[in-house]
């Protein structure tokens, strides 16, 4: 499937990092959190896209659907001649993503052992939401309910919500962060959450995967939280400084 995408180039002659930015759920057809012309001003080629089977994208919504679109996003700025063209730097390609994206960018580590570089922004986990879907009819309905809102005819996504969320439940262990933290661990990855993120909330979400990454004795992996809700409004230039910074004054 094609998918709708847009590249920030560098303009420059010497090799420069690229960064993958992901939106969040439902997101939008632009910039997540307007941290791609904030990135692409500081150096860094940025490529943004939606996933299959949301807003102009083709094909149809799912979470698996959209890790390999990462992945896909990835061999894109691999190809020989993308590298040259855009001057790409392979060895530092970095996959960021917001909210839902945050996730996406971390799974899509877990299953793609050439990502080697994440950020993840108030993250979830979709396991943990899974799980409760599973035991508590009340949860179910309500998720499911939540979820639709932003399918058709409504919302820009597009797919058959009910047989995604089977395949979904069948399959919650491939969703657990914490459980699949072993295949991050050699990884380099920069968590940032909020501090008073209750949408996602970083003591659920975010710190159980940062406390078992620890235990493995993960080597390179930090996290940075604002005095910020899960919109993040009033701390974008920091953040914006902080990925900067993560990415060019760190060997990656």
């Not at 995967?209 to 996290?223: C, D, F, M, P, T």
């Amino acid at each position: 499937v094609k998918l709708d995408a847009k590249l920030y180039p560098v303009n420059k002659t010497d090799k420069v990092p690229t960064v993958i930015l992901l939106h969040g759920f439902p997101g939008n057809q632009s910039s997540p959190l307007g941290l791609a012309e904030k990135l692409n001003t500081a150096g860094l080629n940025i490529l943004v896209f939606n996933y299959q089977g949301s807003y102009l994208s083709e094909g149809n919504f799912s979470f698996d659907n959209c890790i390999e679109n990462v992945s896909a996003a990835f061999n894109f700025l691999t190809e020989p001649g993308n590298q040259a063209r855009f001057n790409i730097d392979t060895f530092k390609i970095v996959v960021c993503g917001y909210s839902f994206g945050g996730t996406i960018a971390i799974e899509s580590a877990i299953y793609n052992d050439k990502i080697r570089n994440v950020i993840s922004i108030g993250n979830d986990d979709h396991s943990l939401s899974l799980k409760k879907v599973a035991t508590d009819s009340t949860y179910r309905k309500g998720y499911t309910q939540f979820i639709a809102k932003s399918f058709e005819p409504a919302g820009p996504f597009r797919g058959d919500l009910k047989a995604q969320m089977e395949l979904y439940l069948q399959n919650i262990d491939r969703y657990d962060l914490v459980k699949n933290a072993e295949k991050l661990k050699t990884k380099k990855i920069l968590f940032i959450v909020g501090w008073q993120d209750k949408t996602s909330l970083l003591e659920v979400n975010t710190l159980p995967l940062y406390r078992k990454l620890q235990q493995l004795n993960a080597g390179n992996i930090s996290i940075k939280g604002f005095e910020s809700d899960h919109r993040f409004n009033n701390v974008i230039d920091d953040i914006s400084n902080t990925i900067i910074d993560w990415i060019i004054n760190n060997p990656l």
